[in-house]
């Protein structure tokens, strides 16, 4: 039987701006089982990028019941969430978020810097990764000095240094051109068949298409498909 | 381990350059009011430094003590009798065996004259072993000897100021008018440096037995230096003294001493009483600019971390835990304070010399100083940046996915 990373049930999400309350989430369930290609779409506001931010632990639903990887994460403090996004999630970001001042590597590097080791091997992965990736050239070029698509591949690269069960990603392609963001996905096509359970957000079809399901959200809940 | 906490350390420093602005600003608000810190410090040391060499001189060091005559206040008018101290009091002291030198002095201020000048002045009577207690020998001439002191002798020894001041060319052998009567020069002092009130260039010194028998007719002494021991605990030398004066004189349970003792302890607290107040003067306006400067740290401190909020958002998505993001901050404004506290010591030493080329206060080099700069760097540095470090921990990674 194939385990289930990801099983949510009934979660809602509510924001205030003043007095005004806006349920983003009305009761969403979802289970993603390990290996899955899961791609959410939706309107603008539809509340993709709030429930990614709930799977990915960055945020915490109001009710609802959330199993990661087989543990129930609702209670957990901010310190035991931290661990487990550092072991087991990788985050890739529409707007790429890497460190300014930082070289490829050592934002490559990064998550690694918050588990109190980093040895020559990590660092040898981190090459490993970056050429796999094609930016052998680039190892030590800062951000600015990259193009956006390059950008975008050093976040995957940092997303992937700590071997994580599950990939988040939240519009990859969405500042990148055509050709930039094809590579992205075939890579992301890649990466799921090697093992790693991906879910994205998108609401570019030809994107969405990349992935083996497609979700799309309305009006706060999955439509029935 | 190691590399981690490097990689750390560099993302640190990384950071905190890449906004060089802020970095300069937080670090001439340190660094300004910590050059005035120290400098006022320093300077206060200095002065003490001062005063403990001049009562070196005076062999007023670790080993002396200087019992007066009366009691009551250290400074102004005595409340009891003052001619209760004698010279059997001083003969009873010397028996104790930590008791190196008793040197007793009968002293009044006297009209003293040469060829029609006239002058009130300081007039000693002393002992022979006057120059070993004080560490004052004549420069010509010789002291007052057993001799003068057995046969009343009419001599004099005087200060280093005493002959201009009558304008005499060769003092010695030359008679000068102390309270109607001639005495003979013998000796000139070595030129002693002065501090506050004591001039001790414009005294004249005359065997105490004369001064007692024919020049202030009384049996009592003003005071009496003594030197110990070396390693003579002065805390029970003062005990011990006390309780051989007071059962002398007959005072018994809450009737006050008659005598008073200076220790050196007390004398260096007298002379840097005033110059404490001044202290805590400045030192409340240094720490008033301390504060200034630790306001101005925080808001820049949470300048940074409003424009580093995205930075620190990925760092905790990453895995960075609240405290981690603390610990962040804080180590930034501990390198922060460990620059000023180094720059605002080094400029405070440059301060100091310019200072001392204006006033009497003579340079003082001090690790002190250095340890000061660098805890009150710290403890502000630190302190104001805890606010900020708290609120940068609490940052939502769930920014990270907002729309741009
Ligand atoms: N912190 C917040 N406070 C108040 N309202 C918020 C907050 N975050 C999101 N919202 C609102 O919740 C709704 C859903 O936002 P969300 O970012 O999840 O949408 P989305 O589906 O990701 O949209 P997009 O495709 O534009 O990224 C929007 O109307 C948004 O304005
Ligand atoms: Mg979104």
Known sequence: MVKKLVILKNITKTYYTGKVAYQVLKGISLEVEEGEF????????????????IIGLLDKPDSGIYIFDG?????????????????????VFQAFYLVPWATALENVLLPLLYRGKINKE???????????LRLEKRINAKPNELSGGEQQRVAIARALITNPKLLLADEPTGNLDSKSSQEVMNIFKELNENGITIIMVTHDPEIADFAKKIKIIKDGTFIKE | MKTSFFQFLKDIFKELFSNKINFVFMFLALTISLVTLNTIYSLGLSAKKQVMDYLANLQFGKDAMFIVAGGGRIIGLTTTRR????????????????????????????????????????????LPNYVFANNWYPKVGRFINEKDLKTMAKVCVVGADIPKKFNIKNILGEKIKIAGQYFKVIGVLESKPFFGHHRWDKRIFIPLTTAQRRVFNKDYIEGVKLLFRKGTDIKIAEKKIKEILRKRHKLFGIEPDDFRIITPELAI???????????????????ISLTISGVIIMNLMYANIEEKAP???????????????????????????????????????????????FTPLKTFFSWKVFIFSLSFATFTSITFTLMPAIRASKIEPAILLKTL
Do not use: C
Not at chain 1, 38 to 53: R, V, Y
Not at chain 1, 122 to 132: G, M, P, S, Y
Not at chain 2, 95 to 122: M, R
């Open chain 1, 38 to 53: 899961l791609a959410i779409m939706g309107a603008s506001g539809s509340g993709k990028s709030t429930l990614l931010n």
């Open chain 2, 269 to 287: 607290s007298i002379f840097t009483k005033t110059m404490r107040t001044i202290n805590v003067f400045l030192l409340a306006i240094a720490l």
């Open chain 2, 83 to 126: 001619d209760t101290l004698k010279l059997e009091d001083v003969e009873e002291i010397k028996k104790l065996d930590f008791v190196k030198l008793a040197s007793p002095i009968s002293i009044g201020t006297l009209e003293v004259s040469y060829k029609g000048v006239a002058e009130k002045l300081k007039v000693e009577g002393v």
């Open chain 1, 122 to 132: 990590d660092e040898k992965k981190a090459v490993e990764l970056l050429k796999r």
């Open chain 2, 311 to 357: 930075v620190i958002a990925l760092r905790i998505a990453l895995g960075a835990d609240p405290r981690k993001i603390i610990k962040h901050y804080l180590i930034m404004s501990f390198f922060i304070a460990i620059i000023s506290g180094i720059v605002g010591w080094i400029l405070s030493i440059f301060l100091m010399q310019i200072i001392s080329f």
């Open chain 1, 71 to 91: 543990q129930e994460v609702n209670q957990l403090t901010k310190k035991e969430l931290a661990y487990l996004r550092n072991r087991k999630i990788g985050f």
